[in-house]
Each structure stands twice: as C-alpha cells, then as structure tokens.
C-alpha cells in the first residue's frame, strides 16, 4: 500500500508542472486527496484538496487562481497543476488522502495517509 507524488523538478519562474499523485495497493475513488507543501525552512502547509463524491476543490489563498486539482479515478491519480510558477512556490509537495465527500479540509491532521514528496524548485 503506497501513495506517490511525482512529476516534480526544475522549472523556470512563469513555467507550469503537473504532479500526479498515484496510489497502488488500493483506490483512491473513497478518498478526499489533499495537497501539501513543505519549504525549506518552514512548516509543511496545506494549499488544496479534492473531495471524493463530487470532486470539489478548494485552495489556499495564497495559490488560487494558479493551481488546479483534478482526479482521474479510473488511473487512481489524483493532478495538481501548477502554473505561473514562482520561486516561493520551491518546496516539497505531498499529497494525502483524508475524509471528505463534498467538503475537505487543509489542515493536516485531517489526513491520514501521506505519500512520499516530490521536490518542486523554481529558478527566477
């Protein structure tokens, strides 16, 4: 049982990276997914999630307008794409699953099940 962020890595500010999010071992159609990140420095964060019965969203301030969630249950993936990236955006993203049919949260005690990160770095 794994749940893997990838699709991290270099970019240049104003680029755009999609990280997938994939569980094996089990489905993720049950689970509300959240994102989160983690700069160096700094406490890990939520920036969104999506829910499990009707594919809501929702997002931090600080990353609207510029990150959309989305899921493909039949690929037991869950996306996060980033675009118009930023330096400050640089940090380790985590997804994990948590409750959540048509609300979710982004605290982190919420979520039970974390994978491991990826690493995003944004070059200005």
């Known amino acids: 049982v794994q749940l893997q962020a990838s699709g991290g890595g270099l970019v240049q500010a104003g680029g755009s990276l999609r990280l997938s999010c994939t569980a094996s071992g089990f489905t993720l159609s049950n689970d509300a997914i959240g994102w989160f990140r983690q700069a160096p420095g700094k406490e890990r964060r939520g920036i969104g999630c999506?829910?499990?019965?009707?594919?809501?969203?929702y997002y931090a301030d600080s990353v609207k307008g510029r990150f959309t969630i989305s899921r493909d249950n039949a690929k037991n993936t869950v996306y996060l794409q980033i675009n118009s990236l930023k330096p400050e955006d640089t940090a380790v993203y985590y997804c994990?699953?948590?409750?959540?049919?048509?609300?979710?949260?982004?605290?982190?005690?919420?979520?039970?099940?974390w994978g491991q990160g990826t690493q995003v770095t944004v070059s200005s």
């Open positions: 999506i829910t499990s019965g009707d594919h809501s969203t």
């Open positions: 994990a699953t948590g409750m959540g049919g048509t609300w979710c949260p982004l605290t982190l005690n919420e979520y039970d099940f």
